[in-house]
């Protein structure tokens, strides 16, 4: 696609029930990361993959959250038993290249999935 | 872990005039991006600085990286209504391979 597509652009949902969020990286990009942005806050670092290989998963808050992207293309954010603290817009960006010397590895946002908790 | 910090949170400016938003990290840095994120609207790249003591300039943006690569600068020269919104700036460490950490923005209001 032309951009980095996430949907729901918008989620309500009740308090224990499960969420799947998902994310569509601009075709061919290397890596996918998942921010999670606050109101007035700068995006907070989730996890993120390399292709298929998730690379990093350490800013995932607890075993409740988890990330996929299974054929290196889409990846798919899951929230288990969602709590009401996990009310937040959930980013996701794509970039073209790994890290090396100086190729611009600009990250592409997506209009990102806001989760309301109730 | 790293931990990329920016001041001002928030920047009142008068249109015209200048200022500067200040990124510090508490790693060096294999590169430094800046990123503006309009009200209601998703980061968007500006640029990306790799060379220690780099100076790149767009327009009236003038953006530094520190010789340790460890800091960063953004300088607006004759503010406009339209340079409103939040500015980022988000650090790799070589170490971390692709993980790219953002502060937490400076936050620019223009006084017309």
């Known amino acids: 696609g032309a951009g980095v597509s996430q949907s729901p652009r918008y989620k309500v949902t009740k308090r224990g029930q499960d969420v799947a969020l998902r994310c569509d990286p601009i075709?061919?990009?290397?890596?996918l990361y998942w921010y999670r942005q606050a109101l007035g806050q700068g995006p907070e670092f989730l996890t993120y993959?390399?292709?298929?290989?998730?690379?990093?998963k350490s800013g995932l808050p607890n075993d409740r959250f988890s990330a996929e992207r299974p054929e290196g293309s889409i990846s798919t954010l899951t929230i288990q038993r969602t709590e009401q603290r996990d009310s937040a817009m959930y980013r996701c960006?794509?970039?073209?290249?790994?890290?090396?010397?100086?190729?611009?590895?600009?990250?592409?946002f997506g209009q990102g999935t806001r989760l309301t908790v109730v | 872990g790293q931990q990329v910090m920016q001041i001002p949170q928030y920047q009142h400016v008068q249109e015209g005039e200048d200022f500067t938003t200040y990124c510090n990290s508490s790693?060096?840095?294999?590169?430094i991006q800046w990123y503006k994120q309009r009200p209601g609207g998703h980061p968007v790249f500006l640029i990306q600085?790799?060379?220690?003591?780099e100076v790149k300039k767009q327009k009236r943006l003038t953006f530094q990286f520190g010789e340790a690569k460890k800091n960063s600068s953004l300088h607006i020269t004759a503010t406009q209504t339209t340079d409103v919104g939040t500015y980022f700036c988000?650090?790799?460490?070589?170490?971390?391979?692709?993980?790219?950490?953002f502060g937490g923005g400076t936050r620019v209001l223009v006084k017309p």
């Open positions: 960006a794509s970039s073209l290249a790994l890290v090396t010397g100086s190729m611009n590895t600009e990250a592409f």
């Open positions: 075709s061919g990009h290397v890596s």
């Open positions: 993959f390399n292709y298929e290989a998730q690379q990093d």
């Open positions: 790693t060096t840095l294999s590169n």
């Open positions: 600085l790799v060379k220690s003591g």
């Open positions: 988000a650090g790799r460490r070589r170490a971390a391979g692709n993980k790219l950490t």
